[in-house]
């Protein structure tokens, strides 16, 4: 059945465009007919027009989908949002807001990761999370350019991206001692010096003195589905392994 025609007042539009863009990744994994799809894109959270449920059944007719499938997307996604605003809604958050207001820099170093089909794409790179200037989505459609990925991958590092700056962002909301903590190490992650006109652009910086850019480097292989959750699941153990370590420095300073 075809949706209905989707159509938005001058002042809906006018009063959707004046609230400010606060991105957030979404992923996606549908069970459908005994097939798996797996989907990600990137969603405003101030998004007032188009709803999950708008998403779902635009999604649900474009891949011909069964109707309960089309309330499984539209679930999925609610339950992010809702995950992202009470993230973004813990009271640690406007501390954290407060101590970095008076910060130009705060840099981290990003593991991040995409598939399209079989082409695996991994990188690593170091993120201001303080400058707004350069998004994820730009970096990604330059390494694309770069080094010739098709356009689906932007979508896919963009939201990779994203996805890695809210876990961080929630471990510093979880544990609020580690600003400190990694604003000590920020020589370590490549301070940049502002009267530098040569790095006028940032973020996504490969920069890497000590090992020569052995470890800050984007790689694309083939690898099946198995290969990829596995190295995906490697992944996440090494994450949970690194914010363990660094809970534990972090207590040990504090004491």
């Not at 407060?98 to 079989?118: M, P, T």
């Not at 080094?147 to 700056?165: H, N």
């Not at 001692?177 to 006109?197: E, T």
Request: hydrophobic content about 35%.
């Amino acid at each position: 059945q075809d949706l209905p025609q989707i159509v938005f007042t001058p002042f809906e539009v006018l009063s959707n465009s004046a609230n400010p863009e606060v991105i957030i990744p979404i992923k996606l994994k549908i069970n459908t007919s005994g097939a798996v799809i797996n989907d990600c894109f990137l969603w405003n959270l101030n998004e007032t027009l188009i709803t999950p449920e708008t998403h779902a059944a635009i999604m649900s007719q474009e891949l011909d989908l069964a109707r309960n499938t089309e309330s499984s997307i539209a679930n999925q996604i609610k339950d992010q949002i809702q995950s992202y605003k009470d993230l973004l809604a813990n009271p640690n958050n406007a501390i954290i807001d407060q101590f970095l207001s008076n910060e130009k820099e705060f840099h981290v170093v990003l593991d991040i990761s995409a598939n399209i089909g079989e082409d695996f794409y991994t990188d690593k790179i170091e993120w201001n999370l303080l400058d707004d200037t350069y998004t994820p989505e730009m970096f990604a459609k330059s390494v694309c350019n770069d080094i010739g990925l098709k356009p689906e991958f932007e979508t896919a590092i963009a939201v990779a991206i994203y996805d890695e700056i809210y876990k961080f962002k929630r471990e510093l909301i979880e544990n609020p001692q580690q600003v400190s903590q990694n604003m000590d190490s920020l020589p370590f992650f490549n301070l940049i010096n502002p009267d530098d006109a040569s790095k006028s652009i940032v973020q996504g910086l490969r920069y890497d003195t000590k090992k020569y850019g052995e470890e800050f480097s984007p790689t694309v292989e083939k690898l099946s589905e198995w290969e990829i959750e596995k190295r995906e699941t490697e992944k996440e153990r090494n994450l949970r392994r690194r914010k363990r370590e660094t809970l534990r420095v972090v207590s040990g300073v504090t004491r």
